[in-house]
Nanobody
């Protein structure tokens, strides 16, 4: 079974940068599309970004466009979420999730469509 582990979560000041990693074990990650989600206290888990298994297709929620960038290093079995210009509203637990077939613009953010989930990484943006 595919096992995902997020890392890189920490506290950062507004305007700062962080890079989250999603590392897989059990299977090679290059067969899976990856979604990043986040959940702030008292709010629903929302889709943040998506990258196809090949890395050729990415999607981002409007609130992070231009600030967050996805990439994947299949040799390291890892997907990265680079976050810059962080805002307090980016504070949340961030989760990576995987599925074996690709999604498109109308569905990538639907959390029920992902089969495997990591345990989450806390990101806190505060001065």
């Amino acid at each position: 079974q595919l096992h995902l582990v997020e890392s890189g979560g920490t506290s950062e000041q507004p305007g700062g940068s962080l890079r989250l990693s999603c590392t897989a074990s059990g299977y090679t990650l290059n067969s899976y599309a990856i979604g990043w989600f986040r959940q702030a206290p008292g709010k629903e888990r929302e889709g943040v970004a998506y990258i196809s298994s090949s890395g050729d297709l990415t999607y981002y929620v409007d609130s992070v466009k231009g600030r967050f960038t996805l990439s994947r290093d299949n040799a390291k079995n890892t997907v990265y979420l680079q976050m810059i210009s962080l805002k307090p509203e980016d504070t949340a637990v961030y989760y990576c999730a995987a599925r074996s077939t690709g999604l498109f613009g109308s569905t990538w953010f639907v959390k029920q469509l992902y089969y495997y989930w990591g345990q989450g990484a806390q990101v806190t943006v505060s001065s």
